[in-house]
């Protein structure tokens, strides 16, 4: 098998479907969500924590079985019910209509996965074992959260703001790149989270 081709990919504004509206979709929903995406539901029923996001008017409930129609101008699909046959269905129409499919649990009904990821702000960490062990991918997350602190989320962007002001200033681009390395090194960021300790100190 060919390696998968890691991407963040912007879904801000941008149609994805969920099909199924249980305990499998609440566990799938939020980083859609999170990332901006239009999320549409389709289910003969839902779960309370999907009827308050209704009833929030965070996502749309079409309360009935798929359609094959559903996936008209979508980017991405997730199947998460709990029928194999369903997904499949909506696995196969996805796949004839170009449209990225994640039926859950179920690697080979899957044109992408969901990695364990890291999120310190802006800084997020992947990581997938291409569906083989998410147990694994759990694992290593839960180590890279004990690695890089909550710190991390600050000091990005204070880095965002230091390399804004570096491209504002009339430089050799060697220089430049040369410079953005140095400050995004582990001396850095400790000497910016001793700062941050003193001045909490201070106060």
Same mark, same amino acid.
């Given at each position: 098998?060919?390696?998968?081709?890691?991407?963040?990919?912007k879904?801000?504004?941008?149609?994805?479907?969920?099909?199924?509206?249980?305990?499998?979709?609440? =566990?799938?929903? !939020?980083?859609?969500?999170?990332?901006?995406?239009?999320?549409?539901?389709?289910?003969?029923?839902?779960?309370?924590?999907?009827?308050?996001?209704? +009833?929030?008017? +965070?996502?749309?409930?079409? =309360?009935?079985?798929? @359609?094959?129609?559903?996936?008209?101008?979508?980017?991405?699909? %997730?199947?998460?019910?709990?029928?194999?046959g369903?997904?499949?269905?909506? &696995?196969?129409?996805?796949?004839?209509?170009?449209?990225?499919?994640?039926? %859950?649990?179920?690697?080979? @009904?899957?044109?992408?996965?969901?990695?364990?990821?890291?999120?310190?702000?802006?800084? =997020?960490?992947?990581?997938?074992?291409?569906?083989?062990?998410p147990?694994l991918?759990?694992?290593?997350?839960?180590?890279?959260?004990?690695? &890089?602190?909550?710190?991390?989320?600050?000091?990005? +962007?204070?880095?965002?703001? %230091?390399?804004?002001? &570096?491209?504002?200033?009339?430089?050799?681009?060697?220089?430049? +790149? !040369?410079?953005?390395?140095?400050?995004?090194?582990? !001396? %850095?960021? !400790?000497? &910016?989270?001793?700062a @941050?300790?003193?001045?909490?100190?201070? @106060?």
């Amino acid at each position: 098998m060919p390696s998968l081709f890691p991407l963040f990919l912007k879904l801000e504004g941008r149609r994805c479907l969920l099909v199924g509206a249980g305990l499998i979709a609440t =566990q799938k929903i !939020e980083s859609l969500l999170s990332a901006g995406a239009y999320v549409h539901i389709i289910a003969p029923r839902a779960d309370d924590v999907i009827r308050e996001l209704v +009833r929030e008017g +965070r996502v749309c409930w079409s =309360q009935r079985e798929f @359609r094959a129609s559903d996936l008209d101008q979508v980017v991405l699909v %997730v199947a998460a019910t709990s029928d194999p046959g369903v997904n499949e269905t909506v &696995f196969r129409e996805a796949r004839s209509r170009g449209v990225l499919c994640n039926a %859950v649990d179920e690697p080979e @009904r899957c044109d992408f996965y969901y990695p364990a990821v890291v999120r310190r702000g802006d800084l =997020q960490i992947a990581i997938s074992t291409a569906g083989q062990s998410p147990a694994l991918a759990q694992r290593i997350r839960r180590e890279l959260e004990a690695q &890089f602190g909550e710190g991390y989320s600050d000091w990005l +962007r204070w880095l965002a703001g %230091v390399r804004a002001l &570096f491209f504002r200033r009339a430089m050799d681009a060697t220089q430049r +790149r !040369e410079a953005l390395h140095r400050i995004a090194s582990g !001396e %850095v960021y !400790e000497r &910016f989270t001793s700062a @941050r300790k003193r001045k909490e100190v201070e @106060r």
